[in-house]
């Protein structure tokens, strides 16, 4: 039997080539034989599984290579020094050990052949890259998964590159905050109070706020996975629709270093680093990851700021995460991470085009010339917006340039986490523990997107941060046990502290909110335009929001193999929510015109000042200050006295000082929420496996505030779904294709709904542009849908039969619609005069969500050849298609059908020192926003650059 010695083939199959092995003599290796073959059948274990090359590139297959070596010199070492040992205790007794094996038959002597002894001087082991799909093949569940080495290919470590290589889920435009996620046609929004409909996990631990999992930055991945369908039985926090995980590549006890640099169109320069190894062998390592990324956006800013920075959808991300891993018995390990992503300024909002809106409705019929193009006519007919056309021309430039803002500021966010990973084997039994703390910090600087001062600070600043304990623990599966079982215990608590929908004025504020009259009232003489200019500026209106959640819960699941082929998956979870908001609506400044409200009041009409006397003393301090110096309410003139009237209303009709609140304290939402799950899997034979589930899921309910300070109750979401699939693994393991269809229906579905907004509303009846039912403005708040209900058919494949080829494939049709009576605002576009008097919402029941495309696809083609004897020539592509959809129910807002494809192609040398990559996004240069129906979010560009990489 040859022990050790193996012929390194010379094929494309690539080689892990270990020198470690010494000469011994024949008479050495008689009494160990058995032990060297049982660590050579191991080797030859290894070997069997090559199929297609290993690469520098794949690291964590690579990477269990190199420990199953360590271990097997560890054997060998062990298997010499007892050689040693029985050599100096029985020299006597070598010489008749010699001569029996002399005695041996053939084919025993062939086992011990001095040439085969003598030349274990070299162990080659030849293995393929493990297929993503193949560490999910045994779960009964619709799953896409993608390994990190795809992502490293094309750079992607922002969730949207992420989520163009998973199948059946996507992330919407937008910044992290206002940013959202689809899986089967379900989006889940980024509201304060509202839970992910789609969950996230990053190494165990449960994000429980989107717009942190939105801002993330995933680098040094291992792997990631979208599991479709509710979850919760098998830990973490309960998700009714899906749950995408997210795995980091964990320390090692051998060196690790590599580092990459791009460079590309746009400025970019993107440094990432790797870099890690044993601090005191098999006891304790480390590993750290590091990312600066830098990039102009390719869409420019007509008025840069004073520091320079014009342009928008720029990068300025920072990152890193050091983790020590601990393992003093093979029983137990311990990992510790702490990653930090300091503030970074991101210019996202504001990049928008306007253009003319419709000057009909959608029946063709002419829209009122005085609700077509407002705000563009304010700017073209008011002379305070044209005093310089010179520098800005709003008859011409309103429409020109792409961004023309002065006052936007950078979307700014930052994060901070901590994990801790326990792990014990004992008692027959797994035990884990999961601890993890989480800050995410959001905020936005917007202005109204022109050059003029009129409002600025506006958007939302958001401090959140969660502080998570969870426990698990499972049997050690035994193919001949009758059940295996898990089970674990979850603690959650999140704070999270906004001001929201704010906005400071500035000095063009009331020139541009002002009604024609007032404005005509007003600037017709230097008085009135001071008080235009004083009416609103610097004045800061905020609310305030205070959301502070709890949930305790446990969850158990079960594996009963009633058969050698049948096995009977049950699960249960529950979880006690306490949910609480606290809210207020504030004038954090009341700005310059301060005494205007003070003598006049809060109404947008007032027709007088008060009677009381501080508001004479601020009605005397306005006549003074615009009137001249001891000048006195009560001694103005009529047109003068009118003069201050027609500035409260201006900036009462803005600021609606009236509709603001003290802190109010909604109900708290207490309640249970529960998940289940039961499935049937037939493992047919080795190659085919079906299955049949049952799932349910619940979102807790919300505690809520609106926009008027009256708290209501949102209630609980409840998922119920059917999914039916099979498995299979065909052609000598080379095709793995798994499909599943499945059917949700999702009741008291929490969602943005459009509600009446009293406040503007009473802006839009002031401002007299419009009557009745036509000044009705709308507010988006979290409400119910009484039904929604998403079926569609789910495919996952990955070929590997071609050789130097891999290919991998993720499909879906989804089909989601409103399934019961739920009635939206009409859009802008529909003819009001055609609706019964004073009806303003129309029931959607039947249509299809927005976000939500029929067919999705991602499709990945890998090509490796080995070239020049130590390079590897390799190309990449990706292609995510998506049908047409809505973003938003106007006709306006259509997505047609569109598909993204992204290209690498490179050569480096096979052990990983060297390697460039020419990467393009968006090779066709695809622009697929909508139109809008007054204005669009260009896409990004195609992008080309190039990717050096070392790996030592």
Same mark, same amino acid.
């Given at each position: 039997m040859q022990v050790a010695k193996a012929m390194a083939p010379q094929t494309s199959k690539g080689t892990l080539k270990v020198n470690y092995i010494k000469k011994y003599p024949a008479d050495q290796i008689v009494r160990p034989l058995f032990r060297r073959t049982l660590i050579s059948i191991a080797v030859a274990g290894l070997s069997l599984t090559a199929v297609n090359p290993v690469y520098a590139a794949d690291d964590q297959e690579v990477n269990e290579l190199r420990q199953e070596v360590e271990r097997l010199?560890?054997?060998?070492?062990?298997?010499?020094?007892?050689?040693?040992?029985?050599?100096?205790?029985?020299?006597?007794?070598?010489?008749?050990?010699?001569e029996a094996t002399t005695t041996q038959s053939p084919q025993q002597a062939q086992t011990t052949r001095p040439e085969d002894a003598?030349?274990?001087?070299?162990?080659?082991?030849?293995?393929?890259?493990?297929?993503?799909?193949?560490?999910?093949?045994?779960?009964?569940?619709?799953?896409?998964?993608?390994?990190?080495?795809?992502?490293?290919?094309?750079?992607?470590?922002?969730?949207?590159?992420?989520?163009?290589?998973?199948?059946?889920?996507?992330?919407?435009?937008?910044?992290?905050?206002?940013?959202?996620?689809?899986?089967?046609?379900?989006?889940?929004?980024?509201?304060?109070?509202?839970?992910?409909?789609?969950?996230?996990?990053?190494?165990?631990?449960?994000?429980?706020?989107?717009?942190?999992?939105?801002?993330?930055?995933?680098?040094?991945?291992?792997?990631?996975?979208?599991?479709?369908?509710?979850?919760?039985?098998?830990?973490?926090?309960?998700?009714?629709?899906?749950?995408?995980?997210?795995?980091?590549?964990?320390?090692?006890f051998y060196p690790v270093a590599s580092v990459s640099q791009t460079f590309g169109e746009w400025h970019t320069s993107k440094t990432q680093a790797v870099v890690g190894g044993p601090i005191i062998d098999d006891l304790l390592a480390w590993r750290g990851s590091f990312v600066r990324d830098q990039q102009e956006g390719p869409f420019k800013e007509q008025f840069p700021d004073s520091e320079g920075r014009g342009s928008y959808q720029n990068t300025d991300r920072t990152?890193?995460?050091?983790?020590?891993?601990?393992?003093?018995?093979?029983?137990?390990?311990?990992?510790?991470?702490?990653?930090?992503?300091?503030?970074?300024?991101?210019?996202?909002?504001?990049?928008?085009?306007?253009?003319?809106?419709?000057?009909?409705?959608?029946?063709?019929?002419?829209?009122?010339?005085?609700?077509?193009?407002?705000?563009?006519?304010?700017?073209?007919?008011?002379?305070?917006?044209?005093q310089s056309p010179s520098t800005w021309n709003p008859s011409t430039d309103f429409y020109r340039y792409m961004t023309n803002t002065d006052n936007n500021g950078a979307i700014i966010t930052s994060s901070e986490g901590l994990t801790a990973n326990l792990y014990l084997n004992a008692v027959g039994h797994e035990f884990k523990s999961i601890t993890g703390w989480r800050n995410h910090w959001f905020s936005a600087s917007n202005d109204e997107g022109t050059p003029y001062d009129i409002t600025k600070s506006g958007g939302y600043i958001t401090d959140f941060k969660q502080l998570s304990q969870e426990f698990r623990?499972?049997?050690?599966?035994?193919?001949?046990?009758?059940?295996?079982?898990?089970?674990?215990?979850?603690?959650?608590?999140?704070d999270n502290h906004s001001l929201g929908s704010r906005t400071r004025y500035g000095n063009d504020a009331g020139a541009f909110q002002a009604s024609d009259a007032l404005y005509n009232s007003l600037n017709a003489s230097a008085a009135g335009q001071a008080l235009l200019k004083d009416s609103l500026n610097l004045a800061y209106r905020s609310q305030n929001t205070i959301v502070e959640n709890k949930s305790i819960g446990l969850n158990a699941q079960a594996d009963w193999h009633l058969s050698k082929p049948l096995t009977l998956t049950t699960g249960y979870a529950i979880s006690v929510e306490d949910?609480?908001?606290?809210?207020?609506?504030?004038?954090?400044?009341?700005?310059?015109?301060?005494?205007?409200?003070?003598?006049?009041?809060?109404?947008?009409?007032?027709?007088?000042?008060?009677?009381?006397?501080?508001?004479?003393?601020?009605?005397?301090?306005?006549?003074?200050?615009?009137?001249?110096?001891?000048?006195t309410f009560a001694g103005l003139t009529a047109p003068q006295q009118t003069l201050l009237r027609d500035a409260a209303r201006v900036r009462n009709g803005t600021l609606q000082p009236g509709s603001a609140y003290p802190y109010v304290k909604a109900k708290p939402w207490e309640g249970a929420v529960q998940s289940g799950v039961v499935t049937l899997t037939d493992k047919i034979n080795d190659q085919l496996s079906a299955y049949g589930s049952v799932q349910y899921g619940e979102k807790a309910g919300i505690a809520q505030i609106s926009a008027g300070g009256v708290p209501s109750l949102i209630d609980k979401e409840r998922t119920t779904g059917l999914e039916f699939g099979v498995r299979t693994s065909l052609l000598d393991n080379q095709l793995l294709f798994n499909?599943?269809?499945?059917?949700?229906?999702?009741?008291?579905?929490?969602?943005?709904?459009?509600?009446?907004?009293?406040?503007?509303?009473?802006?839009?009846?002031?401002?007299?542009?419009? &009557?009745?039912?036509?000044?009705?403005? =709308?507010?988006?708040?979290?409400?119910? /849908?009484?039904?929604? $209900?998403?079926? @569609? #058919?789910?495919?996952?494949?990955t070929y590997l039969g071609l050789e130097h080829f891999n290919f991998r494939l993720a499909a879906a049709y989804n089909d989601a619609r409103y399934a019961d009576d739920v009635y939206f605002a009409f859009p802008s576009e529909q003819n009001p005069g055609t609706l019964p008097a004073n009806q303003r919402?129309?029931?959607?029941?039947?249509?299809?969500?927005?976000?939500?495309?029929?067919?999705?696809?991602?499709?990945?083609?890998?090509?490796?050849?080995?070239?020049?004897?130590?390079?590897?020539?390799?190309?990449?592509?990706?292609?995510?298609?998506?049908?047409?959809?809505?973003?938003?129910?106007? &006709?306006?807002?259509?997505?047609?059908? =569109?598909?993204?494809?992204?290209?690498? /192609?490179?050569?480096? $040398?096979?052990? @990983? #020192?060297?390697?460039?990559?020419?990467?393009?996004?968006?090779?066709?240069?695809?622009e697929y926003n909508p139109y809008g129906f007054a204005s669009y979010t260009p896409s990004l560009p195609r992008w080309i650059g190039i990717v050096f990489t070392s790996k030592l």
């Open positions: 010199k560890q054997a060998l070492s062990r298997s010499e020094k007892a050689l040693a040992e029985e050599k100096s205790e029985k020299t006597g007794t070598e010489k008749t050990e010699t003598n030349e274990l001087d070299s162990l080659v082991v030849t293995a393929r890259k493990k297929n993503s799909l193949e560490k999910v093949k045994d779960k009964s569940a619709s799953i896409s998964i993608v390994s990190g080495e795809e992502l490293d290919r094309f750079q992607a470590t922002n969730i949207t590159e992420v989520l163009r290589r998973v199948g059946n889920v996507n992330f919407n435009y937008g910044n992290p905050r206002t940013g959202s996620l689809t899986l089967r046609g379900i989006t889940t929004g980024s509201s304060d109070q509202i839970d992910p409909t789609v969950g996230v996990v990053i190494d165990g631990v449960s994000i429980a706020y989107t717009p942190l999992a939105n801002g993330y930055i995933y680098t040094d991945i291992d792997t990631v996975d979208v599991t479709r369908g509710p979850q919760g039985t098998a830990g973490g926090k309960a998700s009714n629709i899906g749950r995408i995980t997210f795995k980091t590549k964990e320390p090692t990152f890193g995460r050091i983790q020590f891993l601990l393992t003093p018995s093979e029983n137990f390990n311990a990992k510790l991470s702490y990653e930090l992503q300091p503030k970074g300024s991101e210019f996202v909002n504001g990049n928008t085009v306007r253009h003319p809106e419709p000057t009909t409705y959608s029946d063709g019929v002419a829209r009122p010339a005085n609700l077509v193009d407002t705000n563009y006519k304010k700017y073209v007919n008011r002379s305070w917006f044209n623990f499972n049997s050690i599966k035994d193919e001949n046990s009758l059940v295996d079982y898990q089970g674990g215990l979850l603690y959650l608590k999140t949910r609480s908001t606290t809210q207020g609506l504030f004038l954090l400044d009341p700005g310059v015109g301060v005494d205007l409200t003070t003598a006049f009041g809060n109404s947008a009409t007032t027709t007088g000042i008060g009677g009381s006397a501080e508001a004479q003393a601020a009605a005397d301090r306005l006549a003074a200050r615009y009137f001249g110096t001891g000048s499909a599943n269809v499945y059917l949700n229906d999702i009741k008291n579905f929490q969602t943005t709904v459009a509600n009446v907004d009293p406040v503007a509303t009473a802006i839009n009846v002031a401002g007299g542009n419009c &009557s009745g039912a036509d000044c009705q403005a =709308y507010i988006s708040q979290v409400g119910n /849908v009484p039904k929604v $209900r998403a079926k @569609g #058919l789910e495919i996952d494949a919402f129309y029931n959607a029941k039947g249509d299809t969500l927005t976000q939500a495309p029929k067919f999705t696809s991602n499709l990945y083609a890998g090509y490796n050849l080995p070239v020049f004897g130590n390079y590897v020539f390799h190309a990449d592509a990706n292609y995510k298609y998506f049908s047409s959809y809505f973003t938003s129910t106007s &006709s306006y807002d259509k997505v047609d059908g =569109y598909g993204l494809l992204d290209l690498g /192609v490179g050569i480096g $040398r096979r052990d @990983g #020192l060297f390697d460039a990559n020419v990467l393009v996004k968006n090779a066709f240069d695809k």
